[in-house]
Nanobody
Framework: VQFVESGGGLVHTGDSLRLSCAAS????????IGWFRQAPGKGREGVGC????????FYANSVKGRFTISRINAENTVYLQMTSLKPEDTAVYYC????????????????WGKGTQVDVSS
């Protein structure tokens, strides 16, 4: 199981970014894909998830309406579109793969990427 997150960077408040989670050697659509983030000195926080069966999505209240998760099966990639970014969105963002029952619990996932840094300046 190999996958890589990319797309992070330094942006200003109100800007947008799109993160990618690209897989090789397995089919992302067969798994639930979660996005998590971890800010300095804080625990890992669930951002959102896209389920394998029907592609339904779930989001943390802190990002609902601003972030969107999508999956393009032909690309074997899941995206996290982030808009209206705020300084509090600054964190390392991780893609996680598994079959979560409760999407926001990190232990529900089997595989983790190395993360991509997102910095939002005020």
């Amino acid at each position: 199981v190999q996958f890589v997150e990319s797309g992070g960077g330094l942006v200003h408040t109100g800007d947008s970014l799109r993160l990618s989670c690209a897989a090789s050697g397995f089919t992302l659509a067969n798994y639930g894909i979660g996005w998590f983030r971890q800010a300095p000195g804080k625990g890992r926080e669930g951002v959102g998830c896209i389920k394998s069966f029907d592609g339904s999505t779930f989001y943390a209240n802190s990002v609902k309406g601003r972030f969107t998760i999508s999956r393009i099966n032909a690309e074997n990639t899941v995206y996290l579109q982030m808009t209206s970014l705020k300084p509090e969105d600054t964190a390392v963002y991780y893609c996680a793969v598994g079959h979560p029952t409760v999407w926001a619990i990190p232990d529900e996932y089997d595989y983790w990427g190395k993360g991509t840094q997102v910095d939002v300046s005020s």
